[in-house]
């Protein structure tokens, strides 16, 4: 299920908690967020990424076109991912990139969480979940200790993807919400 949360970055203070895909959409389009639902693809858990780039061909086109995205790739983590704590800890410190990050979930899930006017929004995103992450936007990601998610990754340019890391300790003092 997907949940938002949002709080006060200065006392921790919850402001909002809604698991309705169309009052998280509301709530992050003042940051500048893009947030939806497409309906999820029925492929086996073992599909390859070139079937799962295929099976929402039709929306990422539509997608790609309304920007100037230019190409997708899917990225699986699981449990059995080498090195996976060294690679949750790349993405659990606060960070900006150069382009804008977005994220669909074919399976599983993760938390995209920013750090925007004194606020922290944690938006924790499943299956069928669209997140797009405006450039510049200071972030962090948790998939969780048991990484399981399989995202199709939309960008303009990989380079636009180098964390540049902020050095504050916000993603240690509000971890991921899941519930």
Same mark, same amino acid.
């Given at each position: ?7 006060? !970055?200065?006392? @921790?203070?919850?402001?909002? $908690?809604?698991?309705?895909? +169309?009052?998280? =959409?509301? %709530?992050? !389009?003042?940051? @500048?967020?893009?947030?939806? $639902?497409?309906?999820?693809? +029925?492929?086996? =858990?073992? %599909?390859? !990424? ?6 929402? $061909? ?6 790609? =076109?309304?920007?100037? !995205? ?110």
């Amino acid at each position: 299920m997907s949940l938002l949360t949002i709080k006060d !970055a200065a006392t @921790g203070a919850e402001e909002l $908690r809604s698991s309705d895909p +169309d009052e998280i =959409a509301r %709530a992050l !389009a003042p940051i @500048g967020v893009r947030f939806e $639902r497409w309906p999820a693809a +029925d492929l086996p =858990a073992d %599909a390859p !990424a070139e079937a799962v780039l295929e099976a929402y $061909r039709p929306q990422l086109d539509a997608l790609m =076109a309304g920007s100037q !995205a230019g190409s997708a790739d899917v990225i699986k983590m699981d449990s059995s991912l080498p090195q996976k704590e060294a690679v949750r800890a790349k993405f659990l410190a606060e960070h900006t990139h150069t382009e804008d990050e977005v994220r669909f979930f074919h399976e599983g899930s993760g938390n995209f969480i920013m750090h925007v006017n004194g606020k922290v929004y944690d938006a924790h995103c499943t299956r069928g979940d669209l997140i797009s992450v405006p450039a510049n936007t200071q972030h962090w990601f948790d998939a969780g200790v048991e990484p399981k998610v399989t995202a199709l990754r939309i960008f303009t340019d990989t380079s636009g993807w180098t964390p540049h890391y902020t050095g504050t300790d916000i993603s240690e003092r509000f971890p991921a919400v899941t519930g």
